[in-house]
């Protein structure tokens, strides 16, 4: 007997928790062996609590390897990368990202927090320089201080927190949504890198004013796999490539030791930046993939 409709709106294991159509919470389970839900997505459940399946999805952001998929959050409009000017971050990670969220059609904002510690904060900004003259939106903020500067970013979305361990998604989502109470702990200094908080994901209701949307906090990520999408995926995934797709003297082109390749002649005259190419090459080398 169906209960009815709900959101995903926690995610632990093979445990959900499900906000129903009437503002209940719920503990919901899947059917089968398979767990293939994940924070955002809307389903339908029984009574009892479990999940007999989900509703067409807008949108799926999630990582791969070639062994299996670990979903992030579904009917997500909006990517927002966290970084920082401590710890250090991966700029390759941030490529596999934005490649993800172009595939599913989301817009993606670069927040860049802990601004207040000034020393790292030039070498921060070097490092996001080849996003930003792509035309991605960069928010620098201190969310310990004051957050209020992504507000604007967020009115009417449905955003997902993405980033490695120790950008301050956890703090960041304290300052945005009262009385969400996240634990956060102190970087491992020794180790410059950030130390688990967040153990599954959950989406928390933003205050209708001045706002309103939901936020998807989610764990750290130290990889960001793209085994599922094509090489002409990932190709298309990459903005600044687009415009030259097909243009290469060989239409099977991997832009490489090929002559005449318009992405590697773009490269060399500064409109494609070397790191964002090199990024490309590590990402399409692991996939086999073509459509």
């Not at 120790?166 to 180790?191: D, F, H, Q, W, Y």
């Not at 390749?261 to 790191?275: E, F, L, N, S, Y």
Request: aromatic share 6%; hydrophobic share 40%; with cysteine.
């Amino acid at each position: 007997m169906l209960s009815g409709q709900g959101v995903i709106t926690a995610a632990y294991g093979r445990h959900y928790e499900i906000e129903c159509a009437d503002g209940r919470l719920i503990q919901g389970f899947p059917k089968g062996k398979k767990s293939p839900f994940a924070v955002g997505d809307q389903v339908e459940v029984t009574a009892d609590g479990q999940i007999t399946s989900h509703l067409p999805r807008k949108s799926l952001l999630y990582r791969s390897d070639a062994y299996r998929q670990k979903l992030i959050a579904a009917n997500t409009t909006q990517l927002l990368l966290v970084v920082a000017t401590e710890p250090s971050f991966s700029d390759a990670l941030l490529s596999r990202a934005l490649v993800a969220a172009e595939h599913e059609g989301l817009r993606t904002v670069i927040v860049l927090n802990k601004s207040d510690l000034t020393a790292a904060l030039p070498a921060t900004q070097d490092l996001l320089a080849p996003f930003v003259a792509l035309g991605y939106p960069v928010v620098t903020l201190a969310a310990t201080q004051d957050a209020s500067l992504l507000l604007p970013w967020l009115a009417g979305e449905v955003s997902v927190l993405v980033g490695q361990s120790g950008m301050g998604k956890s703090t960041l989502t304290n300052a945005l949504v009262p009385n969400a109470a996240i634990a956060t702990r102190e970087i491992s200094t020794a180790l410059d890198s950030g130390k688990h908080t967040t153990t599954y994901a959950r989406m928390h209701h933003l205050p209708p004013v001045p706002t309103g949307g939901e936020l998807i906090d989610c764990p750290g990520l130290q990889a960001f796999g793209l085994a599922h999408l094509s090489v002409q995926e990932i190709e298309y995934g990459f903005v600044e490539f687009r415009h030259l797709i097909g243009t290469c003297r060989f239409r099977d082109c991997h832009h490489m030791a090929e002559p005449d390749c318009a992405i590697k002649h773009a490269v060399a005259t500064g409109d494609i930046h070397p790191r964002r190419f090199a990024h490309y090459h590590q990402i399409a080398s692991e996939t086999t993939r073509s459509v």
